[in-house]
């Protein structure tokens, strides 16, 4: 006997019973927590890094300890959103020393954004506890807005509560990472350069000292100070008069332009690296007075490069200085750039994370390599040189820092932050806009590669490192930029 089949007001009964048993399902899932919402914005991380990168202005730090802060910084944020990620690996591995970070059993029990920002929170709070009252009520309002911002997007409390809970917990682990890495034994520790012809001396005159050891205070900047570098239009919290002494041995130094610069850096345990000498540099030129040496014609080179430089190369001297106070250091310079190209490429939350904490460790352990290089050779300056044996006046283009030559500092880490870019991003042209807020206009580049040229030439130009302290530099940073990238690409595949 044929079954009879159902007439259209019974299918449409079917379907409409079977449309509220899906509404029930739906329902019943959202009272478990399972609510959906919409992936992270990138602009989480971006927030981020301009805030810390006025951070880093405001409180003066000395670069090393600026790469110091953005390495930890951006290793909450990825950890964070990878805790919801399948496409982010742990860094466990990749970065010495970090243990494997909490992530939860199930990633929909919890929101990956504001596990970042909780992160967040307890990284800067240990990081920044001696930064000013004005910096850290900064730090708190982007925490909040962006986590009220997330939180208005369909997460239900309960998720909210477990991704705070998470998000703290891997807060704790960074930090306990940053407290074993050897950066508290290097506070206020007496350090006796050696001494000798061959060898750098903190000759730099009286007038480049001035308020280099001061941090903001909440007075607002007149515009119409002469000695003020605001432009009109980014007066904010940032834009603040230089006026009160730090602590010493603070934990967020600033620069001493009197004194030296971290000369037991190199001791601090790398993010990435083995060990701080895991790349090597070329032997620099030994001193010699002779007019045929290798190092007079070094300094040759300099003297008769300032005798001659255009427009253009002053532009670019003062344009790559990031001197403590008037910008956020070389390293934010960087961070800087990697997020432009965040909004320019169109990234991702996920990308943008992954972009910031393999190029910030790119930077830091710049630092530590060059810097454990800087004062192994404790090699003399251009300026010392030149007034010795070429002419007896000269003065650089710009205030020579406190810390030996060999090699550049600033070469290593832009071709540091470079590489990573390039291996991340491809060979891409960019438009740089970081320096705008201190009256330089924006610079167009061909590829990643090329303003880390430039960044690096740019120390000549302003006659503070050698040709050789620049090539060293490059090479090295180039090594540092290329061990990162293999070691996650290496956890990435396991």
Known sequence: MRRKRPSSSTTIQLSSRGVR???????????????RTSAADPRLVSEWMHTLYGVMRVERMSPPVASRLLGYATTALYAGLATTSSTLPSLTGVLNGLPELPRAANQRDVDGALAAIAAERVVLDSLLREAL???????????????????????SEARQARSDSLGRKIGI??????????FDSTRGRPYTAPAGLAYWVNDAPGNVYAAQNLSGASDFVALDNPANVLQPGNASDRGLILNRPKKKNASIPAVNMAGMSEPFWGQVRPFALRSWS??????????????????????????????????????????????????????????????????????????????????????????????????????IRPRTYIRRLIDSTWEPLIPTPPFPEYPSGHSTQSAAAATVLTALIGDVPFEDSTAIS??????????????????????????IHFPTGNEGGKALGRCIGEKVIERFHAKRTQ
Not at 294 to 302: E, F, M, P, Q
Not at 346 to 357: D, G, K, N, P
Request: charged share 20%; with cysteine.
């Open 21 to 35: 048993l899906a509404a029930a399902v739906c329902l019943i899932a959202a009272f478990a927590g399972c609510d």
């Open 173 to 182: 682990a960074i930090v306990a990472r940053s407290r074993a890495d050897g």
């Open 133 to 155: 009252p004005t910096t850290r009520a900064a730090i708190q309002r982007v925490a909040d807005s962006l986590a009220q911002s997330r939180s208005s997007d369909g997460i």
């Open 438 to 463: 201190i009256g330089h206009n924006v610079r167009h580049f061909n590829s990643f590669n090329a303003a880390a040229d430039e960044a690096g030439i740019s120390r000549i130009y302003g006659g």
């Open 278 to 379: 895991e790349c090597p540099v070329a032997e620099p030129p030994a001193y010699s007075p002779d007019s045929a040496s290798s190092r007079y014609t070094d300094a040759r080179a300099v003297f008769d490069t300032k005798k001659a430089l255009t427009p253009e190369q002053r532009e670019i001297a003062f344009y790559w200085a990031d001197n403590a106070g008037e910008s956020g250091t070389p390293v934010g310079h960087w961070i800087s750039i990697a997020s432009q190209i965040v909004s320019e490429r169109h990234l991702s939350a996920e990308e943008a994370a992954r972009t910031m904490v393999l190029t910030a460790a790119a930077q830091a352990d710049a630092f530590v390599a060059s810097w454990g290089y800087k004062y192994q050779y404790n090699l």
